[in-house]
């Protein structure tokens, strides 16, 4: 089936830093979504790509999906305290069912 | 707030037992997905209904089983649970396309 490959698995950085994390899949997607979670909380939608090359903004939030269509990554600017969690990235390739493929999460951990 | 609406939030019991989860999706959302959500393991797609109609299945146990009602809520039944089974169970709804909005989940125990 299906997998993507999401990287890196943990990130610790210092308050203030900025962040990128990706994925990579075999497979070509037509959307690409980026999910956070909290703690002992469902994943909560960050930004939904539709479109290859597309860069989207959300905040200090950026994603974009990649050229190949194979590929996504999503930066955090000047990171702070209540960007810790994890970050999911999910693969849409299409058809009828509109199951999503995710990745295994990034865990960042943010140093005040 | 998602407004995928999930309970119980959490859930006790014990190996051998059945529990029922449920999931009303955000209004106007057709499509209702399960996943679960194992300790350092990621979202493991189960099944998605669209409209009472089931549309995909995952890894999703025999000993498992869902449905979706008319009035578009779902439930999720496990039986037979074994200590595995303990994960958080999460579910998501969707208009019938991306994205997917997840609720808070329920955490089962099974002692």
């Known amino acids: 089936g299906q997998q993507l490959n999401q990287s890196p698995q943990s990130m610790f950085i210092q308050e203030g830093e900025d962040v990128s994390m990706n994925c990579t899949s075999s497979?070509?997607?037509?959307?690409w979504l980026w999910y956070k979670q909290d703690p002992g909380e469902g994943p909560v939608l960050l930004i939904a790509l539709y479109k290859a090359g597309e860069l989207t903004s959300n905040g200090r939030l950026t994603a974009q999906f990649g050229i190949t269509r194979k590929d996504s990554f999503l930066n955090i600017s000047a990171s702070i305290p209540s960007d810790v969690g994890i970050y999911f990235c999910?693969?849409?390739?299409?058809?009828?069912?509109?199951?999503?493929?995710f990745g295994k999460g990034t865990l960042l951990t943010v140093n005040p | 707030d998602s407004g995928v609406t999930q309970t119980p939030k959490h859930l006790i019991t014990a190996t051998g037992q059945r529990v029922t989860l449920r999931c009303s999706p955000r209004s106007g959302d057709l499509s209702v997905y399960w996943y679960q959500q194992s300790l350092d393991q990621g979202l493991q797609f189960l099944i998605q209904y669209y409209n009472g109609e089931e549309r995909a299945k995952g890894n999703i146990l025999e000993r498992f089983s869902a449905q979706q009602f008319p009035d578009l809520h779902s439930e999720l039944n496990l039986s037979s649970l074994e200590l595995g089974d303990s994960a958080l169970y999460f579910c998501?709804?969707?208009?019938?396309?991306?994205?997917?909005?997840f609720g808070n989940g329920t955490r089962l125990t099974v002692t």
């Open positions: 998501a709804s969707s208009p019938g396309y991306p994205p997917l909005h």
């Open positions: 999910a693969g849409y390739s299409g058809g009828s069912n509109y199951k999503l493929t």
């Open positions: 497979s070509i997607f037509n959307t």
